[in-house]
């Protein structure tokens, strides 16, 4: 999953960058609010965490901002102002949730994946589509209740389609959040495709001319 992190304090931001990334988010760091107001209109994220303390726009202005022209990523705001009515100005801005500094990075992360399987209209760790099993939370996957082995790539492409809900993903779409600023051209993202269907069969990722991928026989949400 592709995540926006904003926070203007670089020792924090790269220990949160790295313990993201160590728990297999693709994460896109920025450091003022008038570039992460920018990034969230432009590009496509999974999910926001957002400092409210930030240069040249604050936080909540930033959130503002984006909820009122019809963004709906789910935002989870991080500062070090604790108090409830602080808590209440980013629910009523439009966060899904709240983290006080200072915090634990697991329990961030558990809050992250939580809000991305409900955005996507889930409430457990394990999709099922057709003879595939896979666990979001184990980054692993079965066939016809087989382990699969998968490369880490491999796996965020199967993640993508999994939480598109049936919609087609293109070649473009999925080469953007597999590889963040440094995007995947289409033709490698061919080559996965195709290198996938040998291990999970053909008929389970399946090509929609003119639209992109699909992943065949995604049972309902749960």
Request: glycine share 10%; hydrophobic share 45%; charged share 25%.
């Amino acid at each position: 999953m592709r995540l926006l992190l904003v926070e203007d304090d670089p020792v924090i931001s790269m220990a949160l960058r790295l313990s993201l990334e160590a728990a297999g988010f693709l994460v896109e760091a920025c450091a003022d609010g008038e570039k992460a107001c920018t990034l969230g209109h432009d590009e496509d994220f999974d999910a926001v965490i957002l400092d409210l303390g930030l240069p040249r726009l604050d936080g909540l202005s930033v959130l503002r901002d984006w909820r009122q022209s019809g963004r709906s990523m789910p935002v989870i705001i991080l500062s070090a102002r604790g108090s409830w009515a602080e808590k209440v100005a980013g629910i009523e801005a439009g966060a899904d949730d709240y983290l006080a500094k200072p915090f634990e990075p697991p329990e961030l992360i558990a809050r992250l994946r939580g809000l991305i399987r409900r955005a996507a209209g889930r409430t457990g760790n394990v999709i099922q589509a057709g003879r595939l099993s896979l666990d979001l939370f184990r980054a692993t996957a079965t066939y016809d209740g087989a382990p699969v082995r998968l490369s880490p790539l491999e796996f965020r492409l199967l993640d993508l389609l999994a939480n598109a809900g049936g919609r087609p993903l293109s070649a473009g779409e999925l080469g953007e959040h597999l590889h963040g600023t440094d995007m995947l051209d289409a033709n490698a993202v061919e080559a996965l495709v195709a290198r996938l269907r040998r291990k999970i069969g053909a008929e389970t990722i399946e090509t929609r001319r003119g639209f992109g991928y699909v992943l065949r026989g995604l049972a309902d949400p749960s």
